[in-house]
């Protein structure tokens, strides 16, 4: 019984770690915003480091309402309108009053 | 003289008076008109260099330095306000947000053991509501404090009878309700190294899958299987990412006292029971929004039963060990299915003596002197497992459905014990299956879940981990059906 049940999790957890890479696509918002956003706001970079957490999410909706980015730099050239709708679900996804992992130790 | 000669005369003079009286002021008024004449011209001037610096770019039109003007004053004013809102901001320490659930539930038991019967039973309409105050504070870049208080309360003035094996008696109404602390404790992240020291009352209810059933994420360290109470303890974290690339992969080490003896002054011999554990947890690589837990704890000095006044009871009753592992993955490849796995596997070491109820009569852990099984090791082990599916009905705001099932082995003695369920789910000795529906009303702040939960208990043990289980073969099995509006702000 022990033995199957390990074999069940084990099935599982293997069918998970084979098919799920292949899932991973551009879309992934985190990765857009560290690639994208990341070339001038990193500690080499142009611009200061941010994260989501810099605003809540109804501040994210009005930086990207009124094109506040523009301002200081029209990024239209490098990031798409379909790169920057997805940067910005990660950004509201993720601001400061989104709903957060809770655990020991874990900011 | 001729009247006409006089009336010239005076006229002479009348004129010559008028003449005097306006001639006095004719040369301060050219020179006035001189000046203003003058100063046209210098405004003229002016004018004319302004113009060209403006042509030149070199100065704003008189139009946008008055507007310029206007939005300094603008500026100097919002500051002002700004200053009273950034004192608050410093003086609001802390942070409050809350949870409000209301709850009905329906009961159908059959063979519930009373008395040496099976009866069976029923309980319409069950009440009850639930509050929750979450407190934040950043204290400093690397000082947190966490902590929740948590009240729940039956409708009415009924009272709730805790079982002996209700860890979290504390967590279930007295018949006023209570509110309480359910966690309070500090994350002290060591500056310039991955390492963070947790204290307190610690966060150990709402762990993982707890997310899935009540459209949130996780609230806790341990799986839910595992532990779901109130514990008190230490944590010393380490992270792993960057040493690793483990994304959020974290080994920590922790000691909690889960009772302190505090009447040793007094002379009363009973052993602390001390809780050791390790944990090692990450996202399963190559996925995102996953879980991979493992862990495994060793509990020494169990607390002997010692609930009957002027009996004579073990220092304690022995120890247990638990090994544990938890994975989940909150979407697969991005279909909106999600799925979680639990399992643990755990070894009572009890002693051979109990506390004696009767003259001649022990009761100790796992086994009592009726059944000549004081002493003796047991094995347990438990599963729980469940899928969860976002259906892609965006008019109705994607509900969820979920389906759930857990199994506890004959000897498996749950420290977790789910606070929603009145009969406890996860710590059934048997099979419990749950089917539910969850409705968002709005995406972050409120949703409904209508759900059934089925418990088909193999053996029944009320006494927790006290007593004998060789013959607690049951047919008992309980329905429950409940309805839930959960409420956040």
Not at chain 2, 140 to 165: C, M
Not at chain 2, 335 to 362: C, D, I
């Amino acid at each position: 019984m022990k033995k199957s049940l390990f074999l069940i999790v084990f099935l599982i957890a293997l069918g998970i770690f084979i098919f799920q890479p292949m899932s991973y696509s551009g879309r992934d918002g985190e990765t857009l915003f560290l690639n994208k956003c990341g070339n001038c706001h990193s500690e080499s970079g142009e611009a200061p480091i941010f994260g989501p957490v810099k605003y809540a999410s109804s501040q994210w909706e009005r930086f990207f309402k009124r094109k506040k980015h523009n301002r200081k730099k029209d990024i239209s050239g490098e990031v798409t309108d379909e790169e920057l709708a997805i940067i910005k679900e990660y950004l509201i996804d993720h601001a400061a009053d989104s709903d957060r992992p809770i655990a020991a130790g874990l900011r | 003289m001729s009247r006409f000669g006089v009336a010239f005369f005076i006229m002479v003079i009348w004129l010559a008076q008028a003449d005097g009286l306006y001639g006095q002021d004719n040369l301060p008024e050219e020179a006035a008109s001189e000046q203003v004449r003058m100063r046209i011209e210098a405004l003229e001037s002016e004018i004319r260099d302004i113009k060209k610096r403006i042509r030149e770019g070199k100065a704003p039109s008189l139009e946008t330095a008055e507007d310029v003007a206007f939005i300094a004053e603008d500026v100097e004013e919002i500051s002002e306000r700004l200053d009273v809102v950034e004192k608050r901001s410093i003086l609001d320490r802390i942070q409050f947000s809350g949870e409000f659930r209301n709850i009905l539930e329906y009961y159908d038991i059959d063979n519930l053991p009373v008395n040496g019967e099976e009866r069976d039973g029923a309980i319409d309409e069950l009440w009850s509501s639930r509050l929750r105050l979450n407190l934040y504070s950043q204290i400093t870049q690397d000082i947190i404090f966490q902590g929740r208080l948590s009240y729940l309360k039956y409708w009415g003035d009924a009272n709730y009878s805790h079982e002996p094996r209700d860890w979290e008696y504390n967590a279930a109404p007295d018949s006023e309700g209570d509110l309480h602390v359910e966690r309070a404790y500090i994350d002290y992240f060591v500056p310039g190294t991955p390492m963070a020291l947790t204290f307190g009352r610690l966060p150990v209810s709402g762990g993982p899958p707890y997310g899935f059933k009540n459209n949130t994420t996780r609230k806790a360290t341990w799986p839910q299987l595992f532990v779901e109470g109130e514990f008190d303890g230490i944590i010393g974290s380490l992270g792993l990412e960057s040493w690793t690339g483990l994304e959020d992969g974290v080994f920590r080490l922790g000691y909690c006292k889960a009772t302190q003896n505090y009447l040793q002054y007094q002379n009363v011999k009973m052993n602390d029971l001390r809780v050791y554990f390790i944990t090692l947890e990450s996202e399963i690589p190559g996925i995102k929004d996953s879980i991979l837990w493992m862990g495994a704890y060793k509990g020494m000095n169990v607390t002997p039963l010692d609930l009957i006044p002027d009996t004579t009871y073990p220092e304690d009753s022995g120890h247990y060990e638990n090994y544990t592992m938890h994975l989940q993955v909150d979407d697969i490849l991005g279909s909106g299915l999600g799925w979680f796995g639990a399992f643990g596997y755990q070894r009572s070491h009890p002693r051979n003596e109990g506390t004696e109820v009767l003259p001649g009569v022990e009761i100790g852990y796992l086994g009592d002197s009726l059944h000549n099984d004081l002493g003796k090791r047991r094995t347990a082990y438990s599963i729980y497992t469940g899928l969860k599916y976002v259906l892609p009905l965006e008019i109705l705001k994607n509900p969820q459905v979920g389906f759930e099932y857990n199994y506890g082995s004959q000897y498996w003695v749950p420290a977790s014990i789910s606070k929603e369920d009145l009969t406890h789910k996860l710590g059934v000795l048997g099979h419990a299956y749950e089917l539910y529906y969850l409705q968002p009303v709005h995406e972050k702040h409120m949703f409904l879940r209508i759900g059934s939960i089925y418990e088909d208990y193999e053996y029944y043990s009320p006494y927790w981990i006290y007593g004998s289980r060789e013959d607690a073969q049951t047919g008992l099995n309980i329905l429950k059906s409940y309805f839930l509006v959960d409420v956040r702000f």
